[in-house]
């Protein structure tokens, strides 16, 4: 269950999920402001009625507010706040007949009904399936729990309005299953968002991330740990891998970067960045590891490379690797910097041997000494 409704690691997706706010409360502004409008000029006296002054003064304040929050929050429990809020204004404005004596005007109201829809519609704009099987169950319960109260109260088959017409216990269920459907329907494309995120930001062949979104991890990461931290990058390159493409075939060069791609992922913390640059490079960063300690620990995962077991034809082959090491912001004041600096030293490995790492004169000492 934590993990189910932990916040989303997935940066690109957390930002998608706080422009969709914004974008969710600018609709919700534009619905309330039209309806608004449209009944005052077509129901000059709605603004003398209890339920119009609601919807007349009460309701572009509640968006104006959301859109606000939308703008200024960025934590992601502004978005289950707004649908939980959403929906029950929504139930609270059908209860609202039933307190002024027309309980077929919360069963049978169309317009207020078709809200609902409306909410769980926007609720896919957030990128996240849970937040909209939230909405729509929520949706569903309060207004089942609304008809069962008037069900409770009133005689549903003997009551007539002029205004909301008779009930109908076939459409009423229907109405439900409808919601429902509405309700399934967003999670199923939230999900969908959410695959082809990830298929765009994956490396279809080692299922590492790929440079940009590391890119626009390592941005936040700079961004959020400001000036006292600190943040190692490492910059791998496999050794004489065209040869052994040459040598072996693609299908063997390909399975031999799946299985240097997976030691990988699983060497290295979970707090760690890893990514495809590109070719046979590999790129991992550290976040608040200095660079003393992340070459010691790009040197063991040099070394344990080395002894991933790679299938070709001529049976079990091995492939070492070098890399280059540097820090943030010992480095450079930007993440172009710092990757320049680290790229000529992995070339500077590769230049004088390969199959080791290169870095500040410091950072190898310590290596050397450990």
């Given amino acids: 269950m934590r993990a189910l409704l932990s916040a989303d690691t ?5 930002r998608a999920r706080s422009s969709g706010e914004v974008l969710v409360g600018a609709m919700r502004l534009g619905l309330i402001m039209t309806i608004v409008v449209t ?8 603004v003398t009625h209890p339920l119009g002054v609601t919807l007349t003064f009460a309701a572009p304040l509640y968006a104006l507010a959301m859109l606000f929050l939308a703008y200024r929050v960025q934590g992601s429990w502004i978005s289950w706040a707004s649908c939980a809020v959403d929906v ?3 139930t609270l404005t059908l209860s609202l007949f039933v307190v002024n004596g027309k309980p077929m005007g919360a069963i049978n109201n169309r317009f207020l009904f078709e809200t609902y829809a409306f909410v769980a519609i926007n609720s896919t704009l957030r990128f996240d399936w849970r937040l909209c099987a939230f909405t729509s ?3 569903v319960l309060q207004y089942v729990g609304l008809s069962y109260y008037v069900a409770a109260h009133w ?3 003997s009551l007539t309005s002029e205004e ?3 009930f109908a216990p076939r459409s009423h269920v229907f109405r439900i299953i409808v919601l429902i459907g509405v309700g399934a329907t967003t999670v199923a494309a939230a999900k969908w968002a959410r695959h082809l995120r990830l298929m765009v930001g994956t490396d279809h062949l080692t299922g590492l991330s790929q440079r940009r979104p590391f890119l626009e991890r390592i941005e936040e990461e700079l961004a959020r740990s400001g000036e006292r931290s600190t943040l190692s990058i490492a910059l791998f390159d496999v050794d004489e891998f065209k ?3 040459d040598r072996f075939g693609h299908l063997a060069g390909d399975r031999a970067l799946q299985l240097l791609a997976q030691r990988l992922r699983k060497l290295v913390r979970t707090t760690d960045l890893v990514a495809r640059f590109g070719g046979e490079e590999f790129v991992v960063a550290f976040p608040r590891m200095d660079v003393a300690r992340a070459a010691r620990r790009v040197n063991e995962l040099r070394a344990d490379l080395a002894q991933v077991s790679l299938p070709t034809t001529e049976g079990v082959q091995h492939l070492t690797v070098s890399a280059g090491v540097g820090s943030w912001p010992e480095d450079g004041q930007t993440f172009d910097e710092v990757l320049g600096r680290v790229d000529e030293r992995l070339y500077e490995a590769k230049r004088t041997g390969r199959n080791r790492i290169v870095g500040p004169e410091a950072a190898l000492r310590s290596v050397q000494d450990a």
């Fill in 137 to 139: 169950a929520l949706a």
């Fill in 39 to 46: 009944n005052t000029i077509f129901d000059p006296s709605v």
């Fill in 10 to 14: 997935d940066q690109a997706l957390v």
């Fill in 164 to 166: 909301f017409g008779n």
């Fill in 155 to 157: 005689d549903l088959l």
């Fill in 243 to 245: 040869r052994f493409n």
């Fill in 88 to 90: 029950t204004l929504i």
